[in-house]
């Protein structure tokens, strides 16, 4: 199997789709005749014709286009270009496409896709920076998920497009062209949903999504060695949160830490800790949220890393929720 | 005269009829708290949804109308039984009871359904129409939306985007000159809203909303041009409501005489002036009436007569 | 002290500060010379004049023009009419106000009042419906609060025009004409925050805020007449949030459950159960949330009460909540 | 000559080499990794803020710009060390390394910020300039964007609103004929903006944006008309940018010729000509580049030598 970037599996899976199924648009801002900001959609416009194309600067008109195309039968794929920029036309997701189904008791339907981007890189403003991932999902009827991979940003991507019901897959700005792995590429679509258990342990269940995954796998290479087993969940699909698998791994290791790049007040690590601790899963120590501090995201790269979760940030709380323990 | 031909003319008649009994029903209910919550009406605008629904093909196009779309439901051919039924919180309401008065749509009759948020459904209609494009139907799509939704950044946006690329989409202003409680006069410039169509190169037609045979002529045309490839077009049509922006609205904000001095050119007076000079007899016309009349109360009497929507499948449908 | 309702509690403290502070502005659609679409607003125009106008359908022409007038110093009370309608403008909340200070360095401020108000009422559709306050809790520089009394109406309206940043005031339409009750109009504007114990009890804990307090009180009243003591927390405002008042009490009781008109997933509610287990607190039973289903909220009242919990509901899950402990 | 004297075309000429060599060392600071991510550059835009600058009392002014702010920023008499030690992410930065090179602002001349959301500035400075209703401050607010921006909402709403309520605001678009990597031509039927104007009843301008001269005039009227009261002005510049939308756009979607082309009526060609025509010499007007070039480098060196931001302030005025 051939290594491809995090951007080329995000382009397969589109090209995938376009060429499987005759229903499905791609449209957004630059993302046809240009090949999108960040060469994410490049040659599609080119291979599939006018069933790609450019847009004004108008997210309203891009979601509510996919809105209605997608009510009438079509399966639209658009590209908000940092999820930042969702909140200029909010009102088109949680208004419009998530009601489609529910009020119309499934007479009509939003089968459409919005793939965004989101993430702090060195020098973004804090318009460009945010982790906004749990506002989507407080939104009932509309499905999350944050691929953290190759083969996920692949497979994530074609589950969601699958999915008759609309989806926002967030993809990570800072992997498109930094990772790299063997992507299978002819699998059948799985279905959504899911977490994937990244790395087992026995310590300590940590639970995470996004590209903060691999800050996570770091930190628990480190811990390693001193000894503390890790297990790490990529949750990878928030809405539907795959409960379960967490459960099963925090009743085995009696502890629970989450760790998002999004903000600490309000994010989806709450509601995971929620979750456990309403199962009433016996815990040996008190569940754990790492975050990024309850700030706007500052520009300049000292302050970010000031702000935003590192690997040795990781660590070191990780390990001293287990601290304790081990020296009791 | 202006008028269509008697029959069409007559059929035009029973359709403003219909509307205006089902309004009229839908009052009482509503007062006698059987419906609950805000109820937006559209008496004294009737002409515009019989007009413009008369000029479409509903086995293909599709209509987005507002929070104020009992009337674009019932041109479009919704059952008036369904219609009671979805405000009375009915099992059998064209949503079961999800949607309420303000959200409610059918689309098995070319009806995607009101939306209560002011302009959102612009850029929605803009999709269809865009759908159009692929799937070989021919669609168009109308978006109907009041003056005040001009001011909403979303129409502006559908409006670009539909005519930059050309995508057939009649945008149809029903300009009875209030914003709920406010003169849209006072709220922009300009209020000849229909003057903005220059600014995206589209289109523009006036049209007086309170004459039915102008109003499906003018979007008849408006769909042409949509069907033919040439684009979308902004059609304001001028009309009056004849009652409160919702039911219960004191129209404090209103001149005590502007509402009086509508009676005189409202749809229903003026067509059927309209057909007695061209000859209609006093019975035929109020057949019409007694007709559309008895078709309404026998719809209610349906309706209520129906359970209400089930709790148990409260949780269906979030997702597929 | 006279009693007045929710909604003319409002209305005096708009005044209050319209009186007190020459700065202050109040604009919104129909807030001026009709009064408002729930009379809150009624007669300020009359009395204020030019400080006092509505504006055209235009939210982010509302939220943007309050953004800049607070930059150059003013203080602008804008209306939202609706909660739900905040997200066609939701950017001018989350990515313009909500920076201001931060990315200036305190150079700019945006002393801004955002009201709104939200809810279910019998028969109001999706898109009129919704309890929203935790997609403004995420938002770090927001500062959200949401009144459950006319006193609090008046109260934490005049500290939210006080505050220096932007602040979203959620009031309640369902009580704006039915809750009266006698409020001071005449005591030192309070600063931000602080939760209120509107109920002392011994049993379990129950964390709330907004309208549903009263369901909460009344459910209250349903146990103690089971020999079940409630002690009843109205958290007021939810950022900043007042978790040491709910962690005393729930270090007292033992048990923790929030009971919130938002949908369960990713609800505020979550946010609380994880700050107080964090914390470590001992628990004699999970901590449990008490929300609406994870679904839209539909018209009919038949839909809306299987939906939205009522005080039967929460009595009864409050119940099964110390049942297990109280027959052991 | 369309130019004006001589003095204040000397002036002008040094405006835009300030800009020009700060853009310019921006590049290279960029390229050598010490400012990090996203940059945009207004490198043969400068006439725009220049002119604009010029037509403006900063005094009591308020200009709102986008993320290709940065010779907005230098023509409102911004510290060009501490722009480049806000793009450094440096403690004594404008907005001490919080903003970036997209979002930094320097409220003390007037400049009250990019933005990097495109079209959200416009109804800040709406309410910037309804401000001045109340503080007697006489204020016109001034809000530049680009072309693509004409299709946003939000600028939508704030035309309509400060049309409406009269409100002293210049809505300056700067029409460089690409929004990011796409020709605004595709995107609406109309390329003409200025003409979107009369959809508000607002008055509107066009000029060639290459032409310092012609841009004070031009936004010196608008300013005029806001001051006296007669409400806001668009103003469409027409202007090109010399390099990419962002530091290493390859330009692949622009025609090979066409930046060559624009080389010869770009604005320091333009102006240098004009001022050769009226008899400046090489000497006088070598002399306005290498100051420029002295003030900049000068900054830049000041900037390197400052402290990074400092982590520890990193959680300081999220609230106040
Ligand atoms: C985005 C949004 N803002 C505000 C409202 C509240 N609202 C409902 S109807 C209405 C007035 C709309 O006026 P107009 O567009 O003229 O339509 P009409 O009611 O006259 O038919 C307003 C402001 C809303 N539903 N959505
Ligand atoms: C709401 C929003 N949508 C999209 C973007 C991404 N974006 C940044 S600049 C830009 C192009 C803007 O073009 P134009 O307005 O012509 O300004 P120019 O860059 O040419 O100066 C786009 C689409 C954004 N920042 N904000
Ligand atoms: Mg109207
Ligand atoms: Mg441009």
Known sequence: ?328 | MPHPPTQTALADLAGLWRIRVFEETVTRLRVEERIAGSVHLCIGQEAVPVGACAALDLTRDAVFATYRGHGWALACGADPAALFAELLGRETGTNGGRAGSAYLSDPGHGFYGENSIVGAHAPIAVGAALAARYDGSGRVALAVFGDGAMNQGAVHEAMNMASAFDLPVVFLVENNRYSELTPIAAMVRDDDLVSRAAAYGMPGSWVNGNDVGAVRRVVAEAVDACRSGRGPVLVEAHTQRLVGHYIGDAQTYRPRDEVEAARATEPIVVLTSALRAAGAGDAELSAVEARARAEIAAAAVTALAAPPADPATVKEHVHG
């Open chain 1, 1 to 328: 199997m051939a290594e491809i970037t995090y951007a080329q599996a995000v382009n397969a899976a589109l090209r995938r789709a376009l060429s499987e199924d005759p229903g499905t648009l791609l449209f957004g801002e630059d993302v046809a005749l240009p090949g999108g900001v960040h060469g994410v959609t490049r040659r599609l416009r080119r291979e599939f014709g006018e069933r790609v194309f450019d847009t004004p600067i108008s997210e309203s008109a891009i979601l509510g286009g996919a809105v209605g195309a997608a009510m009438m039968g079509l399966r639209p794929i658009v590209e908000i270009m940092w999820a930042d920029f969702a909140f200029v036309a909010f009102d088109q997701l949680i208004n419009q496409a998530a009601n489609v189904r529910y009020v119309s008791r499934g007479r009509l339907t939003a089968p459409m896709t919005v793939r965004t981007q989101q993430g702090a890189t060195p020098g973004s403003c804090a318009q460009h920076s945010q982790s906004v991932e749990a506002l989507f999902a407080h939104v009932p009827g509309l499905r999350v998920c944050l691929p953290a991979t190759p083969q996920d940003a692949y497979d994530l991507l074609l589950a969601a497009i699958g999915c008759d019901d609309p989806v926002v897959v967030i993809e990570s700005r800072e992997l498109y062209h930094s990772l790299k792995g063997p992507v299978d590429q002819d699998g059948p679509r799985a279905p959504i949903g899911g977490a994937r258990v990244h790395r087992a342990g026995s310590d300590l269940s940590v639970v995470t999504w996004g590209p903060m995954l691999h800050t996570v796998l770091e930190a628990a290479r480190v811990l390693e060695s001193s000894g503390v087993s890790v297990e790490v969940i990529d949750a990878r699909w928030i809405d539907p949160f795959d409960t379960d698998t967490v459960v099963d791994s925090v009743s085995r290791t009696g502890r629970l830490a989450v760790v998002h790049a999004a903000n600490l007040t309000g994010g989806f690590g709450a509601e995971v800790v929620a979750r456990v601790v309403e199962r009433g899963v016996s815990l040996s120590a008190p569940p754990l949220r790492i975050a990024t501090e309850d700030l706007r995201i500052p520009a300049a790269p000292a302050l970010q890393r000031a702000a935003i979760p590192g690997r040795d940030t990781v660590a070191g709380r990780l390990l001293s929720m287990v601290a304790p323990a081990t020296t009791a």
